[in-house]
T-cell receptor, first 112, second 117 residues
Framework: KQEVTQIPAALSVPEGENLVLNCSFT??????LQWFRQDHGKGLTSLLL?????REQTSGRLNASLDKSSGRSTLYIAASQPGDSATYLCAVRGNYGQNFVFGPGTRLSVLP | EAGVAQSPRYKIIEKRQSVAFWCNPISGHATLYWYQQILGQGPKLLIQ????????DSQLPKDRFSAERLKGVDSTLKIQPAKLEDSAVYLC???????????????FGEGSRLTVL
């Protein structure tokens, strides 16, 4: 059974800092992995989707990498801004028709 | 392009009462999901539809939860009777997955926050 963890649970950084959020999964037989952002009291907004054949995806100041063999993905945020403050969740989809399994999220606070 | 629409945004009920949530997915998306998100946790899948058929309802508490997707478009999730532990945000998501064409990207609505007193 796939399990997804995200460490740390919460992170606080000053504005302008580059930061890395981590996502670990136990079963490397994945189809794809998706990163989401969730603002307080809101739904999830898709940030990046990485297929199992890809090593990374980039969108603006965001870069997500995938290392299936080690069961890890990282989300890199460059030049963080207060508007980046939110909870970031990763979700992993298995190869054999399984649905997405979500991590608990990392709550990010970027201080002005 | 319109996103996933959900209503109501908030609902407060007493235990043992019933409640229904509605979802309209992105136009053309064959697959629709209902998730339950408890505070501080990631979403947990309740049920997945492909068109109007159920693909996965293994984690749906069928003694009190039901869902339908008539005509393969919008969907309703019902809870009857509600328990205190059902207090959560109910999220609807959709994706283009159609048969074996698993493009896979999930798009979520704003969610319906349920409080059971």
């Amino acid at each position: 059974k796939q399990e997804v963890t995200q460490i740390p649970a919460a992170l606080s950084v000053p504005e302008g800092e580059n930061l890395v959020l981590n996502c670990s999964f136990t079963d490397s037989a994945i189809y794809n992995l998706q990163w989401f952002r969730q603002d307080h009291g809101k739904g999830l907004t898709s940030l990046l989707l990485i297929q199992s054949s890809q090593r990374e995806q980039t969108s603006g100041r965001l870069n997500a990498s995938l290392d299936k063999s080690s069961g890890r993905s990282t989300l890199y945020i460059a030049a963080s801004q207060p508007g980046d403050s939110a909870t970031y969740l990763c979700a992993v989809r298995g190869n054999y028709g399984q649905n997405f399994v979500f991590g608990p999220g990392t709550r990010l606070s970027v201080l002005p | 392009e319109a996103g996933v629409a959900q209503s109501p945004r908030y609902k407060i009920i007493e235990k043992r009462q019933s409640v229904a949530f509605w979802c309209n997915p992105i136009s053309g998306h064959a697959t629709l999901y209902w998730y339950q998100q408890i505070l501080g946790q990631g979403p947990k899948l309740l049920i997945q539809f492909q068109n109007n058929g159920v693909v996965d309802d293994s984690q749906l508490p069928k003694d009190r939860f039901s869902a339908e997707r008539l005509k393969g478009v919008d969907s309703t999730l019902k809870i009857q009777p509600a328990k205190l532990e059902d207090s959560a945000v109910y999220l609807c998501a959709s994706s283009l997955d159609r048969g074996t064409a698993r493009t896979g990207e999930l798009f979520f609505g704003e969610g319906s926050r349920l409080t059971v007193l």
